[in-house]
């Protein structure tokens, strides 16, 4: 596993934040930051994603963050993650991964407009952005990259040779399960299903309660969309990513993706153990198979109907 931190955006943003408020900001200080290796590749992913993003832009929004308080807690959100022990992070994220996961990813944290974390392939190189958030709780950033590294250590494990015996359209499918990455994350980040999968944010916290209410809803949405794969109802790739990527952004940016990837998540553990949910991540037919397996179980024990993956998906394995 190799792990590399690129530090030089972040710092050469609060240089130039006291600069700006010293009014001893210079050509020279802007260019050196537009130079850095970490604003170079933010941009970089920006414009591959194509987002807005310029030189000029991004000294704009830099230039009306130029306040004491701002500086002062950007500075102390930027010692906290340089004290968190990667190691315990890595540790706890194989807990929710199979034994043959890596990470071979370089983490840059950066201060930007939009305070979304992600991980982005560039010419074949795993990086993790992860934005800094003025007076951010070191537990908050250690979620963070418990997180976006469960991503990065899934990806490694995902291998479509194993599922080339299946037809076409279920190939597409499987490679869509992926999706539900991002409640396996949400769990890891966590540490297990016993704990609130939004733990900092109160206002996100709420979202999330009345999200996870419309579970029945989003899980149909998803099988909705599952069966027009297998179907091969979409024009082309571009249209079936559209619907995909609707599905990840809706309610209030907490994806169906989300809460129906948490939510089954949460139930094959609770009913048949980490192991079976790991075997999900191993291959990704199981979370069809155990999460059906699972609900019927925890149906029964709980006195609920939440509804179970239809035969035209289990039939296809």
């Given at each position: ?33 537009f ?185 149909n ?20 990513k559209?619907?995909?990527m ?16 948490w939510?089954?998540?949460v ?33 029964n ?13 289990i039939?296809?394995?």
């Amino acid at each position: 596993m190799r792990i590399e931190i690129i530090y030089d955006e972040v710092e050469d943003c609060l240089d130039l934040l006291n600069k700006t408020l010293e009014s001893t900001a210079r050509l020279s200080d802007w260019n050196r930051l537009f130079q850095t290796r970490g604003f170079k590749l933010l941009k970089k992913r920006e414009l591959e994603m194509e987002n807005s993003f310029s030189d000029s832009e991004f000294q704009a929004y830099l230039q009306s963050q130029a306040n004491k308080s701002f500086v002062h807690s950007y500075m102390n959100s930027l010692q906290h993650f340089k004290d968190i022990d990667l190691l315990d992070i890595q540790k706890k994220v194989m807990k929710y991964l199979p034994k043959k996961a890596f990470f071979n990813t370089t983490i840059i944290p950066v201060i930007k407009p939009k305070k979304n974390s992600f991980v982005h392939r560039i010419e074949g190189e795993s990086y993790l952005f992860t934005s800094l958030e003025p007076d951010c709780l070191k537990a908050k950033l250690e979620n963070k990259l418990i997180h976006e590294l469960h991503h990065i250590g899934l990806d490694s494990v995902y291998d479509p040779k194993k599922y080339q015996t299946l037809d076409k359209n279920t190939q597409k499918m499987i490679e869509w399960t992926n999706a539900f990455g991002e409640g396996f994350a949400m769990l890891a980040a966590v540490g297990g299903p016993q704990y609130h999968p939004v733990p900092f944010d109160e206002t996100a916290k709420e979202v999330w309660d009345e999200n996870i209410k419309n579970f029945e809803v989003d899980f149909n949405q998803i099988q909705r969309f599952l069966f027009s794969i297998l179907e091969g109802q979409f024009e082309d790739d571009k249209a079936l990513k559209a619907k995909g990527m609707e599905l990840m952004m809706n309610n209030g940016g907490q994806g169906s993706w989300h809460t129906v990837g948490w939510k089954l998540s949460v139930i094959i553990e609770a009913v048949l153990g980490r192991k079976a949910l790991i075997d999900c991540m191993e291959d990704l037919r199981n979370v069809y198979l155990n999460y059906n397996k699972a609900v019927e179980i925890y149906n029964n024990k709980h006195g609920l109907k939440l509804p179970f993956w239809d035969e035209k998906i289990i039939n296809q394995f």
